[in-house]
Every structure is written in C-alpha cells, then in structure tokens.
C-alpha cells in the first residue's frame, strides 16, 4: 500500500481520522509572527557558540560571514516549511508531513527521535549553558556545569509537573533576560575599546562544516515558529514579509553580537573563550560586570530550557495517544492537569544524556553533536516532502507556494544534506572522537525494535 494518500476527495484518510487536522484562523499580522518568529529563535546559544564557531572559522570575516548564510539557509528553509504548514496545517507538525509523504514508519522514528534525541538533547545542552555561566558566579569544582545542569532539569521538570500555570509563569519571568542580556554584551563591546592587534593566521585545523552546525544550532526554532503561517493573514503576500523581517532582524541581532565580541576581544580570544559574554563584560567593567552577565544568561539559559520543557513532554504525550506501546506518555494528569508521565521520562531521558555530557567533559557541545545528524537527517526528509506532496496531490490548496520551484526546496535539501555530512565527518575530529554523533545515531536505532514491536501488534 502507498503510504501517500491519493485520494483527496470528500473520503477522509485513515491519517486524518487518527489524528485531525487543526483549522487554524488567520489572525497573525506581519509585526505578530515577527515578533513570535524572534522570540522563538533568539535563545541562550548566541551566548555559547561564538567559540565553536570561531575555532572552526579560521578568520574573523569568515567568522561573521557564516553568521549571515545563516540566516540566508533559514529563510530559504522557512520558505519551505510555509508552504508545507499551509498546505497541510496541523498540530503534529514534522510528524504529520512525514507521515503523509513516507508512511506511520518513519513518522513512528521521527517522534521517537524528538523524544530521546532532538528535544532531550537540547534539554541537556541549554542546562550546561545554563551551568557553564552560572559556574562564573559560584564554582562548584571539576565538574560544576553538570552539577547545575542536574538540578536545573529535575527542578523545572517539577515545576511544570505541578500545574500548567506554574511552568507559564516561570517561562514570562525568565524571558526578558535574554533580550538584556544581549543589549548588555553588545554596549559591554563598544565600552571595552579595541582589542589589542593581533596577527591573522588559520588554525592548524578548521572546519567550515562544523561551524556551520554550530551556527544553524543558535538559529534553531524558526522551523516550529514556520507553523503560525497558517495564521497569518493574507498568507500570500504577508507571510514572505514576516519571514524576511524576523530572520533578518535574527540575523543583524547576531552579527551584532558577534562583531561586539570580535572588537573586544578579538578574534583568538573568543575562539578560546569558554563564557565569550562573561569575558567580554569583565574586560569592559570589571568582575563584577562578567558576573552580572553570567547571571542574566543564567538566567536566559533557564528560560529557554523551561520552554524546551514544556514542548517536548507535549510532543512525547502526543506519541503516547498515537501509539498503544507507549500509551503511558500519553495520560494526562487530571490533578496537575500536565502530562506527568511524559514529563518524567523526558527528564530521566535528559539526566542521562547530562551523563554522557560529562564523560566527555565537553558537555555542550557533545550535546550539538549528539542531536545535529539526527536533526539533519529528518530535517532533509521534510524538505523532500514537498516534492513527494506536490507529485501526489498536485490539486491541494497551497495558500503559499515555495518561490522558484523546485529550485528553492532543492537548495534547502542539498544544505540539509551538506550539513548531515558534516556533523558525522567532522565530529570525529574532536578529542572525544564524535563519540556525541554516533550516540545520537545509535540512540535513533534502538527505536528499531518498538518499531517492529508496533508493527507486530498492529497485525
């Protein structure tokens, strides 16, 4: 049986009878999805990958270039998803598309991925960020970041285990500390003054590939905030001004932040910065100041992990009510009004991978590796979604249509495909031996056997 439907006529498939699909209302204006497309994007990263990028780069121009492709392969990539989103709205975004396209198959391991890859991983990785700066304020010896990290995830997975309301409210006081946050770094940057002159010369051994994971990690989210298309009026036209003005305003936000960081320290001292924002605000105003940063990215680093938090327990909820093997995910709580269940194993899911963090003693970016071809891969499949849609249903309404078919989703593609290659290639060059990518991979196959468990008792 082809897992595509044919048929789009007035008989429902089975897809949509498991699981139907939302009817949004268009209410968005261009200056609301900017704005929800920003604060989705703009995170703790920009606060911890400036290193890794520039220690991957070779050069400062090659540095802040690769911050503006960037924000190009985002939009190129929003332009994409709009037009899947629209097309087919629904609020089981990714899984939802793979299903239509591939089948339950490889829907099944894309959910089993957000669960014990893709959001997990990025649990983990926003509580070492979260560690790393609060360790300039109080060190708590060898291994410090973990040790914030651990508390950080079981304590704000607690907190929205006990009401919906609780997380929301924790989620409103962390948010504006980013904004500050930045504001601050890039003030800190022009207070500080030049850098001393330094000579440019390559590292030994750089990376392109890898920096650009590094990168498009800190622009990470625009393809969840692409589903709001369904909402925004006058798709057509509005849609495209929404994406060019949030990605773009991303875009200056970064090369901002990243020029503030080259013209205060300059370029090798941010490559082997650990705490680039904290080492840039001492310089500027003393140590006291690189301690009120680190607590405000602290601080940052909470918020979007508590964020992290409550989407990814939905999402790993969701799996439970599609699939009876793992109908546990998906109770809800009555008395807290959460999925407690799916917030429990998200959490000890996480705490082992803060494990795995600490054995290599690269906590953070062990993380982008253990999540990064993961993401890639399945990142890909939903770009050629489009093509396999567009074959199958040829007379589907698509309220927004990718500009320059085919060429704008083959581009998209061919990146996913460049960027799949390099976080596998050039992880092995690191000390751990990309010991983070192939966990991700092997954590991606051990959903193999309740894949043919599912089958089975489907049968």
Known sequence: MNPVDKDEGNDRSALERETPVAQPTARLTVTDASAIIIGIVIGAGIFKTAPMVASQSGHPVTFLLLWVIGGLVSFIGALVYAELTTAYPDAGGEYHLLHRAFGPDLSFLFAWARMTVIQTGSIAGLAFIFGDYASQVWSLGTYSSVAYAVPAIVILTALNAVSVEQG??????????????????????LIAGPASPEPVKPPESFSIGLALVFVLFTYGGWNEAAYISAEVRNVERNLVRA??????????IYVLVNAAYLYGLGFYAVAQSKVVAADLMEKALGSWAGKLVSVLVAVSALGALNATIITGARTNYALGRQFPLFSFLGQWNTTTQTPLNALIVQALIALVLTALGAYTRDEFTTMVEFTAPVFWFFFLLTGLTVFVLRTHHPDRPRPFRAPLYPLTPLLFCLFCLYMLYSSLAYSATLEHKGLGARAGVAFLLCGLPFLLAIRRQSR
């Open 168 to 189: 929301a409210l924790a989620q409103k006081i962390l948010t504006g500390a980013k904004i500050l946050g930045l504001l601050i770094v890039v003030v800190g940057g």
């Open 243 to 252: 994406l060019f003005v949030s990605i773009g305003t991303i875009t200056g």
